[in-house]
């Protein structure tokens, strides 16, 4: 499975979100140790919500303590502080201070890679053996459609 953006259909739309991001722990193939391993997906509109969703527990092999956050290439806690995603699951929804007030949003005309970051305390990425998240965003268009 690849980390691409998704944008949702009415019926799956819910809750406000527009779009979603989801993958597995075999997307994230480091080798070395409690090293961090990121995955950009770009993005183009305004950012008004971002929630992750962690359904299976990242586990596997000496892994630990295992972290994901949402954020963008120059801050990767932006979006989402690092949220626990070892031995059960989780939720945290605009729990960075990239959209921390409500009328807050972020705009990206051009595109721009929002960043999901998987880090292990102990052992490498490589070595899990399950896990699955989703990351859900609230993105408007800010291109003009003809009628």
Excluded: C
Aim: a negative charge; hydrophobic letters at 35%; glycine letters at 8%.
């Amino acid at each position: 499975m690849a980390v691409t953006l998704r944008e949702l259909s009415v019926n799956e739309a819910g809750r406000g979100w527009t779009h979603e991001i989801s993958f597995l722990y075999s997307d994230f193939t480091e080798t070395t140790n409690a090293t961090k391993e990121t995955k950009d997906v770009t993005i183009t509109g305004r950012l008004k919500d971002v929630g992750l969703y962690v359904t299976e527990s990242f586990e596997g092999g000496d892994v630990t303590d295992t972290d994901i956050q949402v954020g963008t290439t120059a801050d990767d806690d932006l979006y989402i502080d690092e949220t626990d995603a070892y031995g059960a699951t989780a939720v945290a929804i605009n729990s960075g201070t990239g959209l921390d007030t409500e009328k807050e949003v972020t705009t990206y005309d051009s595109g721009a890679s929002l960043r999901i970051a998987l880090t292990p305390a102990t052992g490498n990425n490589a070595e899990l053996t399950q896990g699955a998240a989703t990351v859900r965003l609230n993105l408007v268009s800010t291109s003009v459609e003809s009628v």
